[in-house]
Every structure is written in C-alpha cells, then in structure tokens.
C-alpha cells in the first residue's frame, strides 16, 4: 500500500512537471512570435520595408501556422503530441536564427518556420497538459497565447529601448537559448511520462475522430475570431501606427500593456467567473478600440493607453471563453484537435484581415487602413454581445476520462465544477 501511494505520488509529480515544461514551452511559441512585433520599426527602418511586407511578416507566419493546424485537427493525430511538440521546439530555434540575421528574405523564412512550429505545437501542448493534469490544463492554448505574447512583447520592447538598433540579434538569440533549455527539459519529461501520455492519448476504439461542428461550436469560433482579429491588428500595427502619429509613449507602451491585460484577464477569469458570470469581454473590446481611436484623434496619449488595457481584458476574457466553452468536457486528444481547429479558424481570419489592412495601407496610408480595420472589429464585438458566449458557459463537467488518474476525484459521478473550481448542477452534454 505504501508502495503504491509513493508510486502515484511520483506518477502526479512527473504530470505537474510536464505541464509545467509543455505550458512553458508552448508560452515561448507565442513569445518568439509577438517579439518581432516592437522590433518592425527598425526592420523598417533598416530595410524600408513597405506596409504590405509588414504585413507579410504576420500574413507568413499565420498562412503556414494555419495548414499545420487543419491538418492536425484530428484526434488522431494527437497521439504523436510528443514528437509534434518536440519538434516544434526546434524549428522555433531554427526561426530564432533567422530573425537574427536581419534581412528582409531571412525575416519572412523566419516567419514561415514560426508558423510551422506554432502549428506543430499548439494542439500538442494542449493535449499533453490535459493528458497531465486533467479540465485544469485545458485553458493552456489561450492562456499560453497572452502569456507569452507580453513575455515576447515586453522583453522585445525593453531591449529595442535599451540597446535600439541591434535588438533583434539580442532578443531573437536569448530566445533561442531559452528554448534550447526548454527543448532539453521535454525531451526528459515527456520520455519519463511515454507510456502514461500513449494511454491518455489514444481514443478508445469506436470513438469518432471528427470534432463535431454545430450551431453551438459556430458561436465559440466566432467570439474567438473578434477577439484574435482585434488582437492582431492592434499588435501588428500599433507600435507602427502610433511612431507615425508622433505618440511614442502609447508606441512604447500600447502593443505590450494590451497583452498583459489579456493575460491577466485570462488569469482572473476564475475570480471573475464567482462575482460576474454574466461577463463575456465583448463590450470591453467595443469599448477599448473606441478608447484607441479617440486617444489617437484627439492625440492624448493617455486616452489610447488606456483603450489598448480595455482591448486586451476584453479579448482574454472572450478568447478563454470560447475556447473553454467549446472544449469543454472533451478527452486530451479531442482538446488537442479543438484546440489545433479554433486556432486555425481564428488565425485564418485574423490573417486575412492584417493582409487586406497591408494592402489598403500602400493605397490610402497605413493609419486610416488600420483605423477603420479597428473600427469595424469593435463594432461586431458590440453585436456579439447578443449571442457571444459568457464566462458561465465555461462550467466543465468533471469526468474520469478528462483528468488524470493522480487527480481523478474519488467520487466519479459527472459534477458541474466551473473553472473556479466551484462544483454546480450537472450540466447535459
């Protein structure tokens, strides 16, 4: 008996371990993709790169990132987590390097390796922390995005600040070497937990492979495709937009505070969820591009500063929120293709928006193109709110297929229990 205890003790500290390692190691993804957001100023600068390659610089990434991700859409193809992560991690130091190097052709080949690790990764990383740790790793994929978005974006932006033009070589390096280290970490933590992810991801027979897609699902795609479309442009062209409009502190400032208050809005949405179920983040959006747009117009820097906070907090709590709700219930492999499929459709979207604002910016000027992009993203996010879907539908039914055997819970009755942890009413699936 005591045997067994220290066993399953070992067994539920190697999961937290993994989660740790993947949950980090999806971060610095994200990371390493919204560092070269402070930094296109100076590739602008350098190499004069117009709107439209601006622009390119996020349309590659998202165009390869995308067809990885359908392809991995499938429940199936979440048995290969480990590898698929595995060498996620080492295309991104291959993306690093490139970025590196400063040049226009091995920015976009930087990109382009980004978005296959990204679509390598992302499902992975979401189905290995939920094979770990259960429902309560299932928000990684959104919470990961916002985290390692301000990592990246903050760290990008303190070193353009401090050292200026030679920023790329030092942020893209240091990431490399972060990512190195967190590639050395998987490759132990993942061998040590082989045969618990190979049973925890493989669909038991008869199991339908396709993710279901209905009226239901719709909604959730929908709330996260406003809330990654506002995000995009708003980070893509903020630090561009408001260094044209002679801002520079909202420059500074604007990109990264709005990723910050989307991570904290992520990680407060528990807290939230007890005092305010009701919340969906649409109206904070509407009303946080208003903000922007306002601060911009009237040039008061402390005006758009704030509309970029708001932005953010709307779109943490909406993007979790459908992702969540969408999720909700599902085995680790199926949270990896829903997680894989709602990046996909999100970033489809989001991409193709910054693509037409690139191409409208070489035409009418980048900051009118940018501005009515934002203008009509907040004017959706208000109509959303009749249908967009609220923090109280990401309530998650606790089953024994959905949480790992260290943390199965004794009594193995299907409870409501919403991210708070709060137990509620059974809720039908």
């Not at 993947?22 to 100023?41: E, H, Q, T």
């Not at 429940?75 to 698929?84: D, E, K, S, V, W």
């Not at 479309?229 to 630090?239: C, I, L, R, Y």
């Not at 680790?332 to 970033?347: C, E, M």
Request: charged content about 10%; overall charge positive; some cysteine.
């Amino acid at each position: 008996m005591a045997e067994t205890t220290r066993a399953q003790r070992s067994s539920g500290r190697v999961a937290v371990a993994q989660s740790i390692v993947v949950g980090s190691s999806f971060a610095m993804l994200l990371a390493g993709s919204n560092a070269v957001n402070p930094l296109l100023p100076i590739y602008r600068e350098q190499l004069g790169l117009d709107p439209l390659v601006l622009s390119l610089t996020f349309v590659l990434y998202v165009a390869v990132l995308v067809c990885a991700l359908f392809f991995l859409a499938r429940p199936g193809r979440a048995h290969h987590a480990t590898p698929f992560l595995l060498a996620s991690l080492a295309l991104l130091i291959a993306s690093d390097l490139l970025l590196a190097h400063a040049q226009e052709w091995s920015i976009l080949a930087g990109r382009v390796c980004a978005g296959l690790s990204g679509g390598l990764g992302t499902g992975a990383a979401s189905a290995l922390v939920v094979a770990a740790i259960g429902a309560k790793g299932r928000a990684v994929t959104a919470t990961g995005n916002f985290v390692g978005g301000v990592l990246g974006a903050g760290a990008s932006q303190l070193v353009v600040s401090l050292i200026g033009e030679a920023a790329p070589q030092a942020v893209f390096l240091g990431h490399a070497a972060i990512v190195a280290a967190l590639l050395l970490a998987a490759i132990v933590v993942l061998r040590a937990r082989r045969d618990a992810n190979h049973a925890d991801l493989t669909e038991a027979p008869g199991t339908p492979a396709p993710a279901r897609i209905d009226r239901r699902a719709v909604r959730m795609f929908a709330t996260g495709t406003i809330a990654w479309t506002a995000t995009s442009v708003a980070v893509v062209f903020g630090a561009t937009v408001f260094a044209d409009l002679g801002q520079p502190l909202v420059q500074a400032i604007g990109p990264t505070l709005l990723l910050g208050t989307s991570a904290s809005a992520q990680l407060a949405s528990p807290a939230i969820t007890r005092i305010a179920p009701w919340i969906s983040g649409a109206l904070a959006m509407g009303l946080g591009i208003a903000g922007m747009l306002s601060g911009a117009w009237l040039a008061l820097d402390a005006l758009a500063i704030a509309g970029f906070a708001v932005l953010g907090a709307g779109v943490g709590v909406s993007f979790r929120a459908g992702l969540i709700a969408l999720a909700r219930g599902a085995s680790p492999s199926r949270q990896g293709s829903l997680a894989s499929l709602y990046a996909a459709v999100t970033y489809t979207v989001s991409a193709a928006t910054v693509l037409t604002v690139g191409w409208a910016g070489n035409t009418t000027g980048l900051v009118p193109a940018v501005f009515a992009a934002l203008g009509a993203v907040g004017t959706v996010s208000i109509f959303a709110l009749i249908w967009t879907p609220r923090l109280r539908d990401t309530f998650e039914p606790l089953l024994a297929s959905t949480a790992h055997p260290a943390f199965t819970p004794r009594d193995s009755r299907v409870v409501g229990r919403s991210v708070t942890g709060r137990k509620h009413a059974s809720i039908p699936q």
